[in-house]
């Protein structure tokens, strides 16, 4: 499987922080996205890295990719309450034709 | 900003029976899903949907589940006989490229077998 796993599991921190999470998967990928997935809600994509690229940067989102440890991180500047949810990676290889899934980091946002 | 429908929101429905999750993908999408999601677990593949035949599914996609675009816009995913096991979130999505390029999730439709 090459199922994404994200670091840490929990995060709870003030508004205004930075929050950093991060995915690890275990096979060559071709792309690696981030989704936002709010309590009971559908799945928001957020940014899609492909595996030529570092560093991506969408608003105050900013994600990497380092293909040589197979992982890669999610930094929210500046966070806002608005920002609680869970955040989940998934990863498509070059012959799947799903995403593969993590289990998440729920991030909590305290006012 | 388009967006991928399903319903229903929710179902209740007795073990045993049919289940239709139904979704209206983004129109000029080609490219169609169904994932599901157990309360507190991962989202899970089921099933890829591309030019009116299954690309590829999982091992959960057995034989009690089938899916069909019946009218070239909505797409079903249908459980034959439900069990407990089956109670979950099921998610549609669509993309115009297929996997590799962005894939945009419903809402979904949460189904409680009782």
């Known amino acids: 499987s090459q199922q994404g796993e994200e670091d840490p599991q929990a995060l709870s921190i003030q508004e205004g922080e930075n929050a950093t999470m991060n995915c690890s998967y275990k096979?060559?990928?071709?792309?690696l996205q981030w989704y936002r997935q709010n309590s009971g809600r559908g799945l928001v994509h957020l940014i899609l890295?492909?595996?030529?690229?570092r560093e991506k940067h969408s608003g105050r989102l900013r994600v990497t990719l380092d293909t040589s440890k197979k992982s890669s991180s999610l930094l929210i500047t500046a966070s806002r309450a608005a920002d609680t949810a869970s955040y989940f990676c998934?990863?498509?290889?070059?012959?799947?034709?799903?995403?593969?899934f993590g289990a998440g980091t729920t991030v909590t946002v305290r006012a | 900003e388009p967006e991928v429908t399903q319903t229903p929101s929710h179902q209740v429905t007795q073990m045993g029976q049919e289940v239709i999750l139904r979704c209206v993908p983004i129109?000029?999408?080609?490219?169609f899903y169904w994932y599901r999601q157990i309360l507190g677990q991962k989202v899970e593949f089921l099933v890829s949907?591309?030019?009116?035949?299954?690309?590829?599914k999982s091992e959960i996609f057995d034989d009690q589940f089938s899916v069909e675009r019946p009218d070239g816009s909505n797409f079903t995913l249908k459980i034959r006989s439900t069990k407990l096991e089956d109670s979950a979130m099921y998610f549609c999505?669509?993309?115009?490229?297929?996997?590799?390029?962005?894939?945009?999730f419903g809402e979904g439709s949460w189904l409680t077998v009782v």
């Open positions: 096979t060559s990928i071709n792309n």
């Open positions: 999505a669509s993309g115009s490229q297929g996997v590799g390029n962005t894939i945009y």
């Open positions: 129109s000029n999408h080609l490219y």
């Open positions: 949907f591309y030019n009116n035949e299954i690309s590829e």
């Open positions: 890295i492909r595996s030529n690229e």
């Open positions: 998934a990863t498509d290889a070059v012959v799947d034709y799903k995403l593969s």
